[in-house]
């Protein structure tokens, strides 16, 4: 099953579905013949696009849109937010290469700003798939969903492997889910959750317990799951996304929020990432499993050794 | 689209939309007193607004949201107060709800929304509403329904960008069931447009995007009839008509004042200005102590 055929089928078996594109057709190149009418390209006009959906919504229809990330999220953000967001139209927004998978495009094509964006609209939902097997578990949920939707579109081969149903708002865990809290919790989503639980199997190896959190959505976010990892020792947020306004954001204002501490670090970018070919460029962020691993080991041993003492 | 030639407006249909114009004008200048409006804006579109609704626009005062019905989008929202007073004068909502104008236990505030009986959507931001408006009429095609979708625009809002790309994915997707209407009042916030970002020739603008475009004086009810009723069958050209109409229309004080924006009114001028609406003498906007601003 890819993508395109699991989009396809949703909109053969709903007249609502209208599925839309700024001219870039890389993952539903089928659909224009499938769809028909129902498959609308307005060519480079990000704004246009949003805006027709919009009203397409207020016909009752529920558009699937698709864009570049770093394009539909920012040229196009005034647009999401004003006419989907003040009415909640049930819009589903489909951001291609965020974070990361940008790759060596450079700069004018990194969205690693898009969740706090998309998040910091009022109703506005987020989902951050690890895979594509995770894209196509959520997918129906998230297109039937009555609220505006932004998926960061991942659509590699199984990063992890996968637990359970999906549920919108209900993390995936890996690792002790019981028992005491584990001396490590690495809490990630999208593309990033790949390497994070590359990491956790490095750093078991090296005989820290460790506990994964997969959040899948992170708006709405699974505070229950959030806030039990944060009973480990050390607290490491794993994103392909700015420091500012992602994960780590979102952690630490619920902390705050609910009055707990919690030993708290961010592997993130704290600004654009070097261009290269995705190997390449994951390694050089310091994104890839290894690196995640060294770093969870440097910020866990002075505690380690803090509790010898 | 579906093609209609109307017939002629009588002289008996031409005074009762004098008379409805004059009664939102009334409603415009009332809401510009006490936390204000954007007056002069409102009545260069009232004649518009007035004539689209008693005469095009298919709409059902009871039964707002039939299915059948035309959609009117106001895309330079800050005109708002023309259409909260077509849409009370015509029975959207009972008159008496204008004297709710700005207060937080209703919803009629400076730009649209739909709170409002009678309104699609919210606009405020320029530059967004035809692109609504496309996606309105691309799924009225895709119904194979024949209602169509009206856009008014701000000659101001035409600098946005926006508007130009919704202008060329319009004609690209051959929706002639849009429509866009200019009001060309000349002036936008603070400058003519003239003088700021020049937009002439905008007819030809819109036929260089593959669009039909015609002129009209939008104070002109014969002259808009003749325009509107001969809007033309399905040809897969969106269309625009460009309307000419003053800022400030129906307040000689007011018209043509670049530095009449947004107006707040003393309950003294506002009993100047509904008499100056009735044919009594102009006010001196530049007298001190008048507070319009």
Known sequence: MSYEKMLGDLAERDERIVVMTAENRAAIRGLPTRLGARFVDTGITEMTMVGMAAGLALRGRIPVVHALAAFLTMRAYEFIRTDIGITGAPVKLVGYVPGILSEANGPTHQAIEDVALMRAIPGMRVFCPADGQELLAGLPDVVADPHPWYIRYVDVSPRLPHTGEFTIGIAEIHGDECGPPPDVALITYGYAAGEAHGAAAILRWEGLRVRVVNLRTLAPIDEAALLDACRAELVVTVEDHLRTGGLYSLLCELLVERGRRANVRAVAFDGWFTPALLADAIVHAGLDAGSIAARARGWFSPLEVDHVR | ?293
């Open chain 2, 1 to 293: 689209m579906t093609m209609r030639h109307l017939p002629p407006l009588t002289p008996t249909q031409v005074a009762e939309l004098q008379d409805l114009a004059l009664a939102v004008r009334a409603h415009c200048v009332r809401m510009a007193g006490g936390g204000g409006c954007f007056l002069g804006a409102s009545l260069s579109c009232a004649d518009l607004i007035v004539y689209l609704y008693r005469h095009i626009l298919r709409v059902d005062p009871r039964r707002p949201d039939r299915e059948d019905r035309d959609w009117f989008l106001l895309s330079k929202g800050h005109d708002v107060p023309a259409l909260y007073g077509t849409l009370a004068e015509l029975g959207f909502f009972p008159r008496e709800r204008l004297e709710r104008h700005l207060s937080p236990d209703d919803c009629l505030y400076w730009h649209p929304n739909r709170g409002v009986p009678g309104i699609e959507h919210h606009s405020g931001s320029l530059g967004h509403l035809l692109s609504v408006g496309a996606g309105v009429a691309i799924d009225l095609k895709l119904r194979k329904q024949k209602q169509r979708v009206f856009v008014l625009l701000g000659d101001g809002e035409l600098n946005e960008g926006s508007v130009w790309e919704a202008v060329l994915v319009a004609a690209a997707h051959r929706l002639d069931n849009l429509i866009v209407v200019v009001d060309r009042n000349g002036f936008q916030a603070n400058a003519r447009t003239e003088d700021l970002v020049p937009l002439e020739p905008i007819a030809d603008k819109f036929r260089a995007f593959g669009w039909y475009a015609a002129g009209v004086d939008g104070h002109d009810f014969d002259a808009l009839h003749d325009v509107f009723s001969e809007l033309g069958g399905e040809d897969g050209r969106p269309r625009a008509i460009i309307a000419s109409t003053v800022r400030g229309r129906g307040l000689r004080s007011l018209e043509a004042r670049a530095d009449r924006w947004f107006c707040r009114l003393s309950g003294e001028e506002v009993a100047g200005f509904l008499g100056e609406l009735q044919g009594g003498g102009a006010l001196d906007l530049d007298t001190p102590g008048l507070v319009v601003r």
